[in-house]
């Protein structure tokens, strides 16, 4: 079993590996965004299905790592990849600055507080707060990425830049999932009060999983910002924090096969069927509707975790 | 003062209409505990079936202005009602008893469908209603000129609102609504059909929403296929900040919404006017999260 999805990840691995050799540039676009949003949805995993934590309004640090990014370029001219640590600081700031007062409700009031942060930062950009944000037209001239002088222009660089980005926060991500960290944050999910009896500080690790998911999104808005050159406040408005949190929950959430999955449905998927236009949207509903009634845990959900016996106890143990 | 007075109408005017909508949110929360993000959209519908049912039977001409728009907010009342019926038993009675986050999503999912296929539809652009219908008159009161519209929508919300009050309190099928919202299988052990009172939460809910929809309409003139989303949202805003499950909470945070926003975008600045709500959202939730009128809810041990 374990053999065999090795086996299929392998194939998937290096089929994308050489992807760009044989697709137009629009469609290693449509892939680029794909691994964009793969990276979106895993730092929201582990807010959302790691912690259990409602947060609709993800899209706002993805933006606030944006601006930082877009700002600090073109204002200083610094390298927007130096900037990745410092995104991820702002984002992750704002993001603590917000959860702390809230984190210890009931989950709807943050996802309601999230959903409002969204958009009080989303009209505040629009607004050009400080004068620095460029109002309604975002902010444009944000320089390419280079690496060891090398510049990131075309679609299939970008491809390998965010598909390096993508395999670090996996394989970070698998630690984290497999850590005592990851296992004292599924525990308080699963239940609370046992959780916090066992003598897990609940509420520090909801904050430290959500001040980590959002500066995880920040550095992803920072690649977005290089990617895209120019931001405007409407690339971060409340359906992409839907978009986001609907590629957890119907990818299956915990689970980064499931995560990865719900990402190539979201946002590849859509692009097939541009030929629908208009009733996109419309079907894009109906199907989160029905994949939630017919696979209610999401599509691949996440595998309770197992623990080898040691052999010697497992054969002196039973007749 | 002038000025402040007619801010306080416009206001409250508004606020009501926060008022109605809000009503849904906290009635679907108060017995499934589940934000119903399809609410604000079934809101929009209701204005455009207004305007659709407006055109097509133009029933202010025929059986006089007053009792024609009651009638036309009946049927839209009644439209409103049975499709927000619908949207549960497809989107929500099939995911009662799955995890929480799954029903969100559902919701969500039900929110883009109904929205996209109004503009589908009617189209993207803004919509007008008949200009006619309200005539374009102020009424004097104490000195202070305030439009008729502004009125009719204050005093028929108003009316609305004490009608469910009174359903809720004094009837024993308000009686079994309360009962199913404080505990759902208490009351089922009652002899209370839960899942029929769900249906009737989501029968009166957007019933009100629609009414609240067709208002929107009257008062502004124009309507388009994303306003369902800010006034959704402002409106459980607004039963957040009454206190959420808490019926009078919801009339009390709709009509003291609609009072601080109009307040904030003449004194403070028109540009923020749709954050202030959610300002007064975060405000309350760190000062007092159960809302005004909301009693203290213990966490579950």
Redesign the interface.
Known sequence: MKNKSMYIYGVIFAVLAVAPTFLNPYWVDVLNNVGLYAILGLSLNLI?GHA?L?N?GHAAFFAVGAYTAAILNTQFAIPVLWLLPVCALTAGLFAGIIAR??IH?????L???T???G??LR??LT?DLFGITGGPNGIFGISRPTVFGYVIRRPHEFYYLIGAFLMVTIFLFHRLENSRFGRAVNYLREDE?AAEGSGINTSHYKLAVFVLGAAWAGMAGDIFAAKMTIIAPESFN??ES?VM??IV??GG?GSIPGVLLGAVLFVGLPEVFRDFA??R??I??????VM??VR??GILPQRPRTYALPEARNAGGAP | MEEFFQQLTNGLAVGSIYALIALGYTMV?GVL?L?NFAHGDLFTIGAYLGMTLLASFALHETIGPFIGLVVLALMVMGLVAILGAIVER??YR??RE?????????A??????????V??IYGARFQVYPEDLIPETAIDLFGLYVPLVRILVLAASLVLMAALYTFIQKTRIGTAIRAAAIDQDAARLMGIDVTRVILLVFLIGPALGGAAGLMVGLQYGQINFTMG?TYG?KA??AA?LGG?GNIPGAMLGGLLLGVIEAMGSAYISI??K??I???V??LI??VR?TGLLGER?A?K?
């Open positions: 959302v259990g409602f609709l007062p809230i409700l009931r989950g709807d009031y996802c309601i507080v959903i409002g942060v958009e009080i009209i505040a607004n009060t409340f359906w839907v949190f609907a929950i119907l959430s208009d009733a949207m419309l894009f509903g109906a199907a989160m509707v939630m009634i209610t845990e | 929360y505990k934000i497809t989107a099939p995911l799955s995890p929480r986050l799954s029903a969100v999503v559902s969500l999912g039900a929110s883009i469908f109904l929205q996209n296929a503009m589908l989303w949202m459980f805003t957040i959420i540009a923020w749709d954050a709500a959610f300002f959202l975060i939730l760190i999260p809810v966490e041990v």
